[in-house]
């Protein structure tokens, strides 16, 4: 749900796929998308990139609604996908364009990846922040170069971490998920962000059914 009004959680972010599993789960919030940078250059680690891009998002957030941020919670998540590459991981954000996009979906077939999400929580007034990851590990089948060029000429990979969006068609290329929940791998881990307002003071009747 989006409105005008704030609500006292704030999404920090323009994902269509967290409004809907937000939604899904019984909150009402408003949204409010910040603006960061998310370039993945500097960082080795993909826990660590989803946990503080996650942060900047969720700090940003606050910083923009001001005197507003009190008495509201803010919520900035991060998705992103990571192969190994030798003895590093190669962190996946959303491909730039179509070519990008072939790219990361050759480096994913046939391959094991993590997809982490972190989220972080920013209390408004005080500050608090509580903030956590979550990981899926996904398997995906081989991928034949034509599947490739159909998926990336349908477009489904605009605004997806890796390139692709398993809860829509790239479905048919995953064999295997463990670890983490299916909801991680579409953009947000709808447990683990429960948890982290509850701990952050956010009030029962704003969670429907909590």
Same mark, same amino acid.
Request: charged share 25%.
């Given at each position: ?7 006292? @959680? ?48 969720a700090r940003a957030g606050a910083r923009q609604l ?13 998705? @992103? ?33 993590q997809v982490i999400t972190g989220v972080c929580v ?43 969006? @398993? ?44």
């Open positions: 749900m989006a409105s005008d009004e704030l609500e006292r @959680i704030v999404l920090a972010s323009a994902s269509p796929r967290r409004r809907q599993l937000l939604s899904a789960a019984g909150l009402r919030f408003s949204v409010r998308p910040a603006d960061v940078d998310e370039d993945l250059a500097a960082f080795e680690d993909p826990s660590n990139a989803a946990l503080e891009l996650a942060c900047r998002k001001g005197a507003a941020a009190a008495g509201r919670w803010v919520l900035g998540a991060d998705t @992103i996908v990571a192969v190994r590459h030798g003895a590093a991981w190669k962190l996946l954000g959303k491909p730039a364009d179509a070519a990008e996009a072939a790219a990361m979906l050759e480096a994913l077939s046939r391959a094991r990846h920013v209390r408004g007034g005080d500050g608090l922040e509580c903030a956590a990851s979550e990981r899926t590990w996904v398997t995906m089948r081989a991928i034949a170069p034509a599947e490739r060029a159909a998926y990336v000429a349908s477009g489904e990979w605009r605004d997806k971490a890796g390139g692709y969006a @398993i809860q829509e068609n790239a479905d048919r290329f995953v064999t295997a998920l463990e670890e983490g929940g299916f909801d991680n791998v579409v953009g947000l881990p709808v447990g683990l962000t429960l948890e982290l307002l509850r701990r952050a003071g956010a009030p029962g009747p704003t969670l429907a059914g909590a």
